[in-house]
């Protein structure tokens, strides 16, 4: 039986060997390559995917993106300003501290209705400012 190796050169070396190792070397290839499979059947690298043509959008390198995020950040930050201390109170226990609406409620003694109605003219009056 011949077995044909290939260098990383490109150069190609046939041998010739016994059929008992023969037999044996393409089992070892035959195990290699489906060890590999087993193991890259379930699995996509990004690389692999791009070679095969797909593409990835990056904006994690966007000047633009960052930019756009922080000014929107400093207009929601000017807006929380211009809001009553009891409506920044609010929007501090709802997003910052994640309290529920009926947590709220039982701490300042009011119904859920009235956090509810409190927390949309928040938003009404936000709105019309970020607008």
Do not use: W
């Not at 226990?93 to 003219?121: C, D, P, T």
Request: proline letters at 1%; glycine letters at 4%; one cysteine or more.
């Amino acid at each position: 039986m011949i077995i044909k190796y290939q260098f990383l050169t490109g150069e190609v070396v046939e041998v010739e060997v016994s059929d008992e190792i023969g037999e044996i070397s393409v089992e070892i290839d035959r195990d290699i390559y489906n060890s590999n499979r087993r193991e890259t059947r379930r699995h996509n690298s990004i690389f692999s995917m791009e070679e095969k043509g797909h593409q990835f959008k990056d904006d994690s390198c966007n000047v633009e993106v960052a930019l756009e995020d922080k000014e929107r950040t400093e207009n929601l930050k000017n807006a929380l300003e211009k809001l009553l201390p009891q409506q920044r109170d609010l929007i501090q226990k709802v997003f910052y501290e994640e309290l529920s609406i009926v947590e709220i409620a039982k701490q300042e003694g009011v119904s859920e209705a009235a956090i509810r109605n409190r927390l949309k003219k928040i938003y009404k009056r936000l709105k019309k400012i970020l607008i």
